[in-house]
């Protein structure tokens, strides 16, 4: 499916009007990318997918799936329990305490190679 198909299928009820405005665009140039006359940038398209929660993956056409992006309460489906925690530590440190830890991770990953050396 190509990028005009893509954004009618999702689009359903909104209104051209709505969804341009919701990501920033004239109505004319959201019109166009459903017709198919011109092409969105990189970021506008990246606007396109967070808006209607889809990967861009599905916009471009590399998949058929709108399976929109795995959210935090799915990552049980995809992470192990230990991962999980981490995800689960991590997100609620402050950007500081974030920096630190992944030095601090980083480091200890390098020693570990070292010593298998």
Do not use: C, H
Request: no cysteine.
């Amino acid at each position: 499916m190509a990028l005009p198909e893509a954004l009618r299928a999702i689009r359903k009820n909104a209104t051209q009007q709505e969804v341009a405005n919701a990501i920033g665009l004239s109505r004319q140039s959201y019109q166009q990318y459903e017709a198919g006359t011109r092409d969105p940038d990189t970021e506008t398209l990246a606007r396109i997918a967070d808006y209607f929660n889809v990967t861009t993956d599905y916009l471009l056409g590399r998949t058929d799936d709108p399976q929109t992006k795995k959210s935090p309460a799915e990552a049980g489906d995809w992470l192990s329990e230990r991962e999980l925690k981490a995800l689960d530590v991590l997100t609620k440190m402050s950007d500081k305490d974030f920096a630190e830890i992944m030095m601090l991770a980083e480091f200890k990953l390098e020693n570990m190679e070292d010593n298998a050396q």
